[in-house]
């Protein structure tokens, strides 16, 4: 089992940059594919990124390609999502997930652990 806090959410202005951490409990961190979602009331939660185990493999939706970039710090049992040229739609509470393996799955039905969430402004 792997517990998982998020970090770094805030308020930013349209055009901005933000980078938000995940921080994963336990000694098992590097057995688990990490992915970020997104979430805004009235919605269903959006698949942003995700990424292997070692971290050579990353992939993204399509809201979000060319903007974001998911990494991982095996040793240091976190997982980033660099956000660049935020937009007001960006506008959400971010969570990441984890799931065992390598899996490349954008349905969050299919990952087992996942944060509390942190709130993401994008606003002028």
């Known amino acids: 089992q792997v517990q998982l806090l998020e970090f770094g959410g805030g308020l930013v202005q349209p055009g901005g940059s933000l980078r938000l951490s995940c921080a994963a409990s336990?000694?098992?961190?590097?057995?688990?594919?990490m992915a970020w979602f997104r979430q805004v009331p009235g919605k269903e939660r959006e698949f942003l990124a995700g990424?292997?185990?070692?971290?050579?493999?990353?992939y993204y939706g399509d809201s979000v390609k060319g903007r974001f970039t998911t990494s991982r710090d095996n040793a240091k049992n976190t997982v980033y999502l660099q956000m660049n040229s935020l937009k007001s739609e960006d506008t959400a509470v971010y969570y990441c997930?984890?799931?065992?393996?390598?899996?490349?799955?954008?349905?969050?039905?299919?990952?087992?652990?996942w944060g509390q969430g942190t709130q993401v402004t994008v606003s002028s």
């Open positions: 997930a984890a799931r065992r393996g390598d899996v490349y799955d954008q349905r969050d039905t299919q990952y087992d652990y």
């Open positions: 990424i292997w185990r070692s971290g050579g493999i990353t």
């Open positions: 336990g000694r098992t961190f590097s057995t688990y594919t």
